[in-house]
């Protein structure tokens, strides 16, 4: 069992940055490949990056490339979600997910309880 907690949400007006953290504890937290998700308002959740467990793969959703950056600190047990030139269609709640499917983006079985964020128009 992986328990996941995230932190790091918050307002932001657009074009500046935000980074989400995402700890991770439980058996062999740091073994999992790791992602973000998002939900907007009326919207279904969706894939925004994901990282392999060793660091060195990752992959974003077209909508956020060149923008945001996944990455991971095994050390701390820790994944991040660092989040520039935010724009108002950013705004979601943001959701850890460990022992996603990096080819499909499927999501893994464990989920955060999500971190707000929002960027006004």
């Known amino acids: 069992q992986v328990q996941l907690v995230e932190s790091g949400g918050g307002l932001v007006q657009a074009g500046g940055s935000l980074r989400l953290s995402c700890a991770a504890s439980g058996r062999a937290a740091s073994s999992y490949n790791m992602a973000w998700f998002r939900q907007a308002p009326g919207k279904e959740r969706e894939f925004v990056a994901a990282v392999s467990w060793t660091g060195t793969i990752t992959g974003y959703a077209d909508s956020v490339k060149g923008r945001f950056t996944i990455s991971r600190d095994n050390a701390k047990n820790t994944v991040y979600l660092q989040m520039n030139n935010l724009k108002p269609e950013d705004t979601a709640v943001y959701y850890c997910?460990?022992?996603?499917?990096?080819?499909?983006?499927?999501?893994?079985?464990?989920w955060g309880q999500g971190t707000q964020v929002t960027v006004p128009s």
């Open positions: 997910n460990s022992g996603v499917n990096l080819v499909s983006r499927d999501a893994g079985a464990h």
